[in-house]
C-alpha cells in the first residue's frame, strides 16, 4: 500500500521518477502493537508474587500517597493508585491535607513518613499548589523510599549505575520512563546499538528516559522546544520515543520506516474536526467521542504508526505501564531496606 504525502524529502529519498514537491512512503501492514495493558498485567502478576514472598515473612509493602487539595485529575490518578495497590497485596495509605497547607507542614509530614518503619514507598502526587515548595518536598523524600525516582540521589544513581542497578532494585528509577524499557525488553526489541530520538526533556519522561536508553547501549539524541528542524533527527530514528505533551505533533513524513515508535503523549482532544483528522473513518473512535466528548491522542499522529515496525498505542500504550512500574518500585524498595535477606529466606523455603 503507498500513500502520497508531502512535504518534500530530500532527493536521495526520492522513488526514481516520482515528481518533486511528493514523496512516497511504504507503509507497513504488519506493524507491531505494542500492548501496554498486557505487559503492565504481566509486570503486576509479578509484583504480586513477590508480595506474597515478602508477606509470608512478615514484611507487607507499603505506599503512602500525599494528595494535597482537590485537584480532579489527580484524585483519580491517587484512586487507581491505591486500588492497584489493595489488588496487589501492598498496603497503602492516603493523607489528604487542605488546599492552603504550607510547605513546612508538608516537610513534617514527609518526615514521619520517612520515620515509619512499614512505610516503603512515599509518593508526592503532583502537581502541587503554587505555594509548596515542590524541589524541597521532594529532595525531603528519604531516597529509599522515593518510588517516584525523583530525588537527586536517585536521579545521579540512574546516572552512575547504569540498567543493571534498575534491574537489582537497587535504583528506583522514574516510573514512567521505567515502563518504557519494560515495553521495550519484554517485546525483545534491540536497543543496543540503535539510534534512540528522544523528544522532550522533562525530568520526569524525557530526560531518564534519554540516561536509561544510554545505559542499555543506544545512541542518544534527545530534542527539545529550541531544536532547530527536528525531523532531521527524527527521520534517522530507529527508536523515537515522543514526549512533548502536543498532539499528534510526529506526523508520518518524520519517521524512518520499520522505527520503533513510543507514544508518551496523553493529550485530551474535544474539537470534532480535529479528532476526524486524527482518526479519518475510524467509528470506533467516532463513537467514543460522540458518547464521551473527547478522545486521547498522543504525540505521534496516527497516520504515522502505520509506516513503523512496532508502535504504543495511545491510549493501551505507555501509559498502562506508570502504576504497574510504581507498585514495582514499592516492592524493590521494601526488599531493598527491610526484606532482603527476610525474601531470600521465604524464596529458597517455597523453591
Ligand atoms: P513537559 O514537562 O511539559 O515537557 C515537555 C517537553 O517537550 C519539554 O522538554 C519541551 O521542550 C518539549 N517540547 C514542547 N513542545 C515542543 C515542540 N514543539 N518541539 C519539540 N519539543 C517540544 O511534559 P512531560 O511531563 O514530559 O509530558 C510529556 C507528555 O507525556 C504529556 O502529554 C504528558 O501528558 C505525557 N505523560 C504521560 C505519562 C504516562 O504515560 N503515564 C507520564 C508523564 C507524562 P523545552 O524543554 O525546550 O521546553
Redesign the pocket.
Known amino acids: 500500500m503507498k500513500q502520497q504525502l508531502a512535504p518534500e524529502r530530500p532527493d536521495s529519498e526520492r522513488t526514481s521518477g516520482q515528481p518533486r514537491g511528493t514523496m512516497v512512503l511504504k507503509m507497513n501492514p504488519t506493524a507491531r502493537i505494542l500492548n501496554g495493558i498486557e505487559i503492565a498485567a504481566q509486570i503486576k502478576a509479578e509484583v504480586a508474587e513477590e508480595a506474597r514472598t515478602l508477606t509470608a515473612g512478615g514484611i507487607t509493602p507499603g505506599l503512602a500517597v500525599v494528595l494535597v487539595g482537590h485537584v480532579a485529575a489527580s484524585e483519580i490518578y491517587v484512586r487507581s493508585k491505591v486500588k492497584t495497590c489493595a489488588e496487589l497485596g501492598l498496603w497503602s495509605e492516603m493523607l489528604t491535607p487542605p488546599e492552603n497547607v504550607t510547605t513546612e507542614e508538608l516537610l513534617e509530614l514527609v518526615a514521619g513518613l520517612n520515620a515509619r518503619d512499614e512505610v516503603d514507598g512515599i509518593l508526592i502526587q503532583l502537581p502541587l499548589p503554587a505555594h509548596v515548595d515542590t524541589r524541597r518536598l521532594l529532595e525531603a523524600v528519604s531516597p529509599e523510599k522515593d518510588v517516584d525516582g525523583f530525588h537527586p540521589i536517585n536521579v545521579g544513581r540512574l546516572q552512575s549505575s547504569a540498567s543493571h542497578g534498575i534491574q537489582a532494585g537497587t535504583v528506583l528509577a522514574p516510573?514512567?520512563p521505567a515502563?518504557i524499557m519494560e515495553i521495550m525488553k519484554r517485546s525483545d526489541l534491540p536497543v543496543a546499538g540503535q539510534h534512540a530520538v528522544v523528544?522532550?526533556?522533562?525530568?520526569?519522561?524525557?530526560k531518564p528516559v534519554a540516561m536509561m536508553l544510554l545505559n542499555a547501549s543506544a545512541t542518544v539524541t534527545v530534542?527539545?522546544?529550541?531544536?532547530v528542524e527536528?525531523e532531521r533527527y527524527t527521520r534517522e530514528a530507529d527508536i523515537l520515543v515522543a514526549?512533548?505533551?502536543?498532539p499528534g505533533?510526529v506526523t508520518a513524513e518524520m519517521v524512518k520506516p520499520g522505527a520503533t515508535l513510543i507514544d508518551?503523549?496523553?493529550?485530551r482532544v474535544t474539537d470534532a474536526a480535529e479528532v476526524a483528522r486524527f482518526f479519518p473513518g475510524d467509528e470506533a473512535r467516532a463513537a467514543q467521542f460522540a458518547q464521551r466528548g473527547s478522545t486521547l491522542v498522543g504525540?505521534i499522529h496516527p497516520a504515522a504508526f502505520a509506516l513503523a515496525g512496532a508502535y504504543t498505542p495511545v491510549p493501551g500504550g505507555?501509559?498502562a505501564?506508570?502504576i504497574a512500574m510504581l507498585m514495582k518500585n514499592t516492592v524493590a524498595a521494601a526488599k531493598a531496606r527491610r526484606g532482603a535477606t527476610k525474601y531470600r529466606e521465604v524464596a529458597a523455603a517455597k523453591a
Open positions: 516510573c514512567t515502563g523528544l522532550g526533556r522533562s525530568e520526569i519522561v524525557g530534542c527539545h522546544s529550541k531544536t527536528i514526549a512533548i505533551g502536543r505533533f508518551v503523549g496523553i493529550n504525540d505507555v501509559g505501564l506508570t
